[in-house]
């Protein structure tokens, strides 16, 4: 790959031509790859490194939703034929009460990792009694957050037993805001760091947002009548919702098709899907200090023979900052959503979740998966052919 050499020194234009040159692409492949959509080329190659182009998903629009009492429309980016469809039918199906919701305020731990302590019991006391000092210190390191009502709230040690010996990471509790927060926060913590050292008499070496971000849950909810889906139906949904919590291979799958609806409007919105992804099957793997894996959400009849449907997991998502101020459609989304802050819009992917993560198990519990979803592969070949 010699002729690559300084790849990401060249204009894209001289980046096409080398493609063009070394791999034989034609005029026709070089014109798909300068098709960059409403992401001019120019603000892509600002975004990563090495840019030759931009990809394409379709985005689609989840319809009926009512969260907490009002009507929404939800942005979602996807290629799977089915999701927005299952979306749209779940959400359709527990009107006219829809789903309620509630989120947490934007709180995302950073973590510093200290090594090397000479004495870990006298550093942690230390700290503690340095506390009013330290957090002085942190509010003023998070300036640019206080005017929006974040900055940092608190921090606590904890001491681990490793292969490498002892060690103590100090956890930074921080309201970011309607930020995502990992690049503030990181900025902190390397800010920070040499001031935890020097009172812990230790050597400090990851400083780094967590992604498993328990302090930013997000919950939702919705009932399913026996009055419009059945009552065998319940029962039956019931029984594929036990195979998920007691067979970690169909769980899975089950989680899969949560993050089906989340991901979509995650990627819809410019957020960081990877980030998300992460946090809920770290969750899912550490909820309620069960032992393994288990759903992220919670089905069971109530008082009236209904289905009853919840989700909780972390959500570190933003309405500003990041990708979100340089994507077009991103904006856009957040618009048609009508997402005032991070947690409206964390309400709402929650509910896509909780939404599709039905529709699935309706699905199997009913008809099958692949009625609905072969319908649709169908009508793509149609439109193909």
Same mark, same amino acid.
């Given at each position: ?14 980046? %096409?031509?080398? %493609? ?6 034609s005029d026709d492949e070089l014109i798909l790859l300068k098709n960059s959509g409403s992401l001019s080329l120019e603000s892509a ?7 030759? /182009? ?19 429309? =939800?942005?979602?980016? =996807? ?18 009460? /829809? ?37 002085? %210190? ?11 009502? /974040? ?16 060690? =103590? ?8 805001? #309607?930020?995502m927060g990992a690049n503030t926060i990181n900025t902190f913590l ?48 019931? #029984? ?31 957020? #960081? ?32 023979? #209904?289905?009853? /449907?919840?989700?909780?997991?972390? %959500?570190? =998502? ?68």
């Open positions: 790959m010699s002729n690559f050499s300084g790849f990401y020194k060249l204009s894209l234009e001289q980046r %096409l031509a080398i %493609l063009k040159k070394e791999l034989s692409l190659n600002t975004m990563i490194e090495n840019t030759i /182009g931009a990809i394409h998903l379709p985005l689609g629009l989840a319809m009926n939703f009512k969260i907490n009492g009002t009507e929404k429309i =939800i942005p979602m980016a =996807i290629e799977e034929p089915s999701v927005i469809a299952g979306a749209s039918k779940a959400a359709k199906l527990c009107l006219p009460d /829809g789903f309620t919701a509630s989120a947490d305020p934007s709180i995302m731990i950073g973590q510093i990792q200290l090594v090397n302590v000479k004495n870990p019991k006298k550093a942690i006391e230390t700290l503690n009694a340095k506390r009013d000092e330290i957090l002085v %210190l942190a509010k003023k390191l998070t300036e640019s957050l206080t005017k929006y009502g /974040g900055g940092v709230q608190n921090f606590k040690m904890k001491l681990i037993e490793t292969n490498r010996g002892e060690m =103590i990471i100090v956890y930074f509790y921080v309201n970011v805001a #309607d930020a390397e800010k920070i760091s040499p001031t935890i050292a020097e009172y812990t008499q230790s050597e400090v070496r990851l400083r780094i947002l967590s992604n498993l971000a328990t302090k930013r849950m997000v919950r939702a909810k919705a009932v399913w009548k026996k009055e419009i889906i059945g009552e065998e139906t319940i029962e039956k949904f019931l #029984d594929a919702y036990e195979f998920a919590l007691n067979d970690v291979y169909r769980c899975a799958t089950h989680n899969k098709g949560i993050m089906n609806g989340i991901d979509a409007v995650v990627l819809a919105t410019g957020n #960081d899907w990877r980030a998300v992804e992460a946090g809920a099957h770290a969750y899912a793997a550490t909820k309620e200090q069960r032992k393994g894996y288990t759903s992220l959400t919670h089905y069971e009849k109530d008082e009236y023979g #209904d289905l009853v /449907g919840s989700i909780e997991l972390p %959500l570190a =998502i933003a309405t500003v900052g990041g990708a979100i101020n340089t994507l077009p459609t991103a904006k856009l989304a957040l618009k048609i959503l009508g997402a005032k802050s991070s947690q409206d819009l964390a309400m709402a992917i929650a509910c896509a979740g909780l939404a599709n993560n039905f529709a699935a198990m309706y699905a199997l519990s009913t008809t099958g998966i692949q009625e609905g979803h072969m319908k649709l592969h169908a009508r793509k070949n149609e439109i193909k052919g």
